[in-house]
Every structure is written in C-alpha cells, then in structure tokens.
C-alpha cells in the first residue's frame, strides 16, 4: 500500500492552456474524491466517483473540468482554458468500501496534492 | 449546504494542552474528523468520531462531541512543536455518508 499519488505535484500554466492531473488511489479503494484547496481555505468538494461510475458533482465544477475514471482505478482531472481563479490545490481522496475493517475504514486518505499555478 | 466553523489562530506553548474547536450547522451527521495539514503537504487523518459517540481518546487526542450544541473539539495534550500546523474538522452530512464537507481550518503554532 503506496497510499494516494498524484502527478505532477506542481503545474505552471498559462491562462487559456488546458492541464490535466492523475490521481492513483490506494488499490482496494472503490471510492475517489476530487477536492480544490484555495490559500486559507477548507478543501472543497468537486466529485466523487463509485468503481468508474462519477456519481456526484459539486456545482464548483464548471464545464470547462472534466474527470474520469475509466476502469475504476486511476482518475484524471482536466481543466480546459484555465484561468487564473483556478489557481489552487487539487487534492485527491479514496475511501474503501463501507463496512470494511479497520479504523481507516471510515476516513479518507488523501494524495499530497497537485498545486496548480496559472500565469 | 453545510456551514462549519472553526477559530482561524491558536498558539499554545510546548507541553501544554491545545483545544481546537469546531461548530457546524447540520445535526445530522454520520461520522466526524480531524485532519491534519502540514506546509505544502496533503491532509493527514489523525482521528474520526461516530456521530452517536460523546467522547473518543487516541493517546494525546481528545475528541469530544456535543450533539446538542453541534459542537466538535480536539485536545492534544502535551502539545509538541511538530503538531504545528493547521488542523481541519470535516464531516459527512449527507445520506450516503460520502462527500466531505470541511470546516476553514485552524492554524496551531507551538512555541517554546
């Protein structure tokens, strides 16, 4: 169990450019969270996806993001023409499934993060 | 949606005990938690409560939980210069016990 990763750690951008960040959870985690730190902030839901079903997302994800998990393991996260309000951390989660064993079972282990910078 | 508060500052000095707090809006809450954030760094999950728990302790954490006034702690005794750092309640407030909602935060500086 390597925990959550997420590359690239740090992303410099400039506006209008399009990013894209992988997350890979920990391997029996069914459930992957997306979430966006801003400076002095609490992270903030973005989505969650169930195996590769996306089954929530928060109305801070605009049109121009996009996540997917196509074979239920790793996901990536695009955002097209950034902007430099999406300035931020994106942090990734995965959970496993509920009634499992364990006192991680019910709390969230989260990646180090992608900071994303756009100039 | 959910609103949780927490205290933006607080400083404690080397070996006393920090008592963070946190207060939220929704009674109906599934399971409750700490993290912890250092610089630069992910959020490390340091202990979590059942939301029909009072109390849960975890070597030099305190958890304390009132239902009543929607009111959440963490106490870490003898506190240590490496618990510097900011620490977040978070919590689960939907049916499903899924998504996360995070409080803003609060910002722990030992000192010597």
């Known amino acids: ?119 | 949606g959910e609103d949780v508060e927490q205290s933006l500052f607080l400083s404690v000095r080397e070996g006393d005990s920090s008592v963070i707090n946190c207060t939220y809006t929704d009674s109906s809450s599934t399971y409750l938690y700490w993290y912890k954030q250092e610089p630069g760094a992910g959020l490390q999950l340091l202990t979590y409560i059942f939301s029909n728990m009072d109390m849960k302790q975890d070597q030099r954490l305190t958890v304390l939980l009132n239902k009543k006034d929607k009111h959440l702690s963490l106490r870490i005794a003898d506190t240590q210069t490496g618990d510097s750092a900011i620490y977040f309640c978070a919590g689960t407030w939907d049916g499903t016990a899924s998504k996360l909602t995070f409080g803003t935060g609060t910002r722990l500086q030992v000192t010597l």
């Open chain 1, 1 to 119: 169990d390597t925990g959550v990763s997420q590359n690239p750690r740090h992303k410099i951008t400039k506006r209008g450019q399009n990013v894209t960040f992988r997350c890979d959870p920990i391997s029996e985690h069914n459930r992957l969270y997306w979430y966006r730190q801003t400076l002095g902030q609490g992270p903030e839901f973005l989505t969650y996806f169930q195996n590769e079903a996306q089954l929530e997302k928060s109305r801070l994800l605009s049109d121009r993001f996009s996540a997917e998990r196509p074979k239920g393991s790793f996901s990536t996260l695009e955002i097209q023409r950034t902007e430099q309000g999406d300035s931020a951390m994106y942090l990734c989660a995965s959970s496993p499934p509920r009634g499992g064993q364990g006192a991680n079972n019910y709390g969230y282990t989260f990646g180090s993060g992608t900071r994303l910078t756009v100039v």
